[in-house]
């Protein structure tokens, strides 16, 4: 019997409860009782989805209050001394807020830890600190009491957990960095097994039958000695607790497949859905007695499955496994919303194709009951809606426009080159008459309330065209005020009119389709909601100009058009599935195309198109770059090489590793780039130095995810340890990120500093 079971859920809340409990509770308007109480109810609530919906068992280990990856930490004692000498008993939960925001007050300020992209997604975790004399120990029991919390509700329990190699490999030192090429790390592999092991043993002795090790790690290119690793770790620790079950994912298993067959574990993950898998040749020397899980339903993008397809795969191997095959999502549904029923603004025929986490639940069920010839009159009535939702979609004249890909067609003859930067920087430098080490912002500012109720009253049909325009132009004015008296150099209208940087655009492109309340967490409290891209993506007329000319209207310093690139529209958005992702990210393209040569025939002399999520759509493995690469600079290109010389082109990029793409981000030929560079001290410019980058860049000089304000020093040693890297002439002062999640007394006080630091060191120059 084939048997349903779930890798992880969303721990925001249908509502985005836990959110609102977070930054209610930070805000000091509520209590840590009234916090943990939300955790507990979204707990039971999702236990419950789970267990309702056929899954063997429920997922404890899976909510975090901030991030998985910070819980564990905490959990096994991976505190940096910054926040405290001794870590509390019992385990205090605003010393986990202090590692993921920092810490500031009138005795102290204390940087949060580094935060970074969860491998290809658009997840965020908090890096794990260790220092060369690291030690392990438990010191919480917050995963305990979730299990008893869980067991006392009268749910069967498995419980995720970070696997042990990919915590190391993901985790950061004074004397290495993230990744498998440091096998210095794995030199703290025996202590931390002693933790793993003491954690494995209190759970079976909570009768807990199956642990979940997540080891994505596996799934990377990683060398002979971390191959090792994986065989040593999984021989130490069996039979120590319960049955573990290592789960991989995105990404097929097929080139290592030889290492995780051999691993000496009770079951093994592998995901269906991302790369190529031939199932049948994979378990052809499977050893039976283990259990084997397949990833089927997809947990990062949100299309109904061909479930009588997935059901046709599996079926030719089910009758060998009996119950050790388990049916699952690729992934943790982290990366999906909750529910879609709720809806009710979608097209039909959008909103039919869709499956969000629950309906995911309902996919497998239905699909198990498929696999085992079980299928009730409730389950066929299923299938035959999702068969017809699927043909639909596959003919709907809603989706597929040949114009646009006509106009894709002809796009191939377009030069995706300007003239070389050498020949250019003189133009712009003429044009824009800047300063040694110009300052400037990435584009958002501070999103107050009134400004999103302003908007959201706008979009209601209560508040009119004309009201809404001046209450914007009011914030516009006021923003464009504050920065001249800050002293910036290139300025921002402050994007009031935008609730998010790409639902904007997509709210006026043809193709995407919006929900009213499909949140993702992006990290921490901060959701994002995803648009859909269903069909071929056209503009029907301008999107930012006017703004953009008014904005420009009220300053004679150049003014920032802002857009969101085509690979970042793309990342951010939930894609269609029907087409390649190439072909879709060059339909952006031609759309952003227009759209700044617009741009440039209004005055405006400066124009950002952002680019943060290029090194996110990376490939988990090498022999995949090259084509990712190809096809994502030359959407850049095409984007921005119609302009003129003197037309100064930004692009912004945050919280990824550039080191082994920054060929690629040079070949994107972008005139200024601007990057996440303070939570990690700078680390990352090493790549454009020893690149001999050729270009401007503004290396983010505070961390806009903290409400802690910087010192002066501080940005200005920072500044000065970028000049080392690269030379004064190139650099740019900045912010690492968009400021519109502060607020405005911070952000004042902060970007006088910031300005106040690039005048102390052109009096230095």
């Not at 799934?219 to 620790?237: C, R």
């Not at 002439?729 to 106040?756: F, H, Y």
Request: net charge negative; with cysteine.
């Amino acid at each position: 019997m084939a048997i349903a079971h779930n890798l992880g859920l969303p721990r925001i809340g249908a509502d985005r409860e836990l959110k609102k409990a977070l930054e209610s509770y930070w805000k000091g308007e509520s209590s840590k009782d009234a916090l943990l109480q939300v955790g507990k109810e979204l707990r039971q609530r999702h236990w419950k989805a789970q267990n309702d919906n056929g899954s063997q068992w429920v997922t404890v280990g899976d909510f975090a209050w901030y991030d998985h990856i910070l819980e564990w930490s905490c959990t096994i004692g991976v505190v940096p001394h910054r926040y405290t000498q001794e870590i509390p008993q019992p385990f205090d939960l605003d010393l986990l807020f202090a590692m993921a925001r920092g810490r500031q007050n009138e005795q102290e300020s204390v940087p949060a830890c580094e935060m970074t992209k969860w491998y290809d997604t658009n997840y965020h975790y908090i890096v794990p600190e260790l220092k060369k004399d690291q030690t392990f120990k438990l010191s919480r029991t917050f995963l305990f009491d979730q299990v008893k919390e869980a067991q006392g509700q009268g749910y069967q329990v498995k419980v995720v957990l970070p696997g042990p190699v990919t915590y190391l490999a993901l985790s950061k030192g004074e004397d290495f960095g993230a990744g498998t090429e440091f096998n210095g790390k794995l030199d703290f592999l025996p202590n931390l097994l002693a933790v793993y092991k003491e954690v494995l043993s209190k759970l079976k002795e909570l009768n807990v039958e199956w642990v979940q090790l997540d080891e994505a790690f596996a799934l990377l290119d990683i060398n002979d000695t971390w191959q090792q690793a994986f065989k040593d770790v999984y021989a130490e620790l069996k039979g120590v607790g319960p049955k573990i079950l290592v789960a991989t994912y995105f990404e097929s298993p097929e080139p290592n497949q030889d290492l995780l067959k051999a691993l000496p574990v009770d079951g093994l993950h592998i995901d269906l859905t991302r790369g190529e898998t031939d199932l049948v040749k994979f378990v052809s020397d499977w050893d039976l007695t283990k259990v084997l899980s397949l990833g089927v339903i997809d947990g990062r993008n949100i299309w109904r499955a061909d479930l009588d397809k997935i059901t046709k795969e599996v079926s030719t191997i089910a009758q060998n496994f009996g119950d050790n095959l388990w049916l699952a999502p690729s992934c943790s549904l982290l990366h999906v919303p909750y529910d879609v029923e709720p809806e009710t603004k979608l097209h039909e025929e959008v909103k039919q194709s869709l499956a969000f986490t629950i309906q995911k639940l309902q996919e497998l069920n239905v699909l198990a009951h498929a696999v085992n010839n079980d299928l009730s009159a409730q389950d066929k009535e299923f299938l035959e809606r999702q068969n017809k939702a699927l043909e639909t979609r596959r003919t709907s004249a809603h989706i597929n426009n040949q114009a646009v890909k006509d106009r894709v067609k002809k796009a191939e003859s377009i030069e995706l080159h300007r003239p070389a930067f050498a020949d250019r920087v003189a133009a712009q430098h003429d044009n824009l008459n800047l300063p040694l080490y110009p300052t400037t912002t990435i584009g958002s500012f501070p999103q107050t309330k009134e400004i999103r109720q302003l908007r959201s009253a706008w979009k209601k049909g209560n508040v009119s065209d004309a009201d809404y325009e001046n209450g914007m132009k009011k914030e516009i004015e006021l923003v464009i005020r504050e920065q001249e008296n800050l002293g910036l150099d290139v300025l921002v209208h402050g994007e009031p009119e935008r609730n998010d940087m790409v639902e904007y655009f997509g709210e006026l492109l043809n193709g995407f389709a919006f929900t009213q309340n499909g949140w993702v967490q992006s990290y921490g409290s901060r959701c994002v909601k995803p648009p859909i891209i269903f069909g071929d993506v056209s503009r029907s007329a301008p999107m930012t100009v006017e703004w953009a000319k008014f904005a420009q209207s009220l300053s004679d310093k150049p003014v920032k058009g802002m857009l969101t690139g085509p690979v970042t529209m793309l990342q951010w958005s939930f894609v269609r599935d029907d087409q390649p992702r190439s072909e879709t990210c060059r339909q952006l393209a031609l759309v952003l195309r227009d759209e700044i040569l617009d741009l440039e025939a209004a005055g405006i002399k400066v124009i950002q198109i952002d680019e943060p999520a290029i090194r996110e759509g990376l490939p988990l493995r090498r022999e995949k770059w090259d084509e990712y690469l190809k096809w994502a600079v030359d959407a850049f290109l095409l984007s921005t090489s119609g302009v003129r010389d003197e037309t100064q082109i930004h692009t912004h990029m945050c919280y990824s590793e550039f080191n082994d793409i920054i060929k690629a981000i040079a070949d994107m030929d972008a005139d200024v780039i601007t990057i996440e560079t303070s939570r990690s001290n700078m680390e990352l410019l090493q790549a454009f130095e020893d690149f001999k980058y050729p270009n401007e860049i503004g290396p983010g000089v505070y961390d806009i995810h903290s409400p802690n304000v910087p010192d002066l020093d501080w940005m200005v040693n920072l500044i000065r340890q970028a000049a080392k890297h690269i030379d004064k002439k190139q650099l740019w002062v900045n912010p690492d990120c968009g400021l519109k999640t502060r607020g405005w007394p911070e952000t004042k006080a902060s970007l006088d500093i910031m300005v106040k630091a690039a005048k102390q060191l052109r009096q230095e120059a």
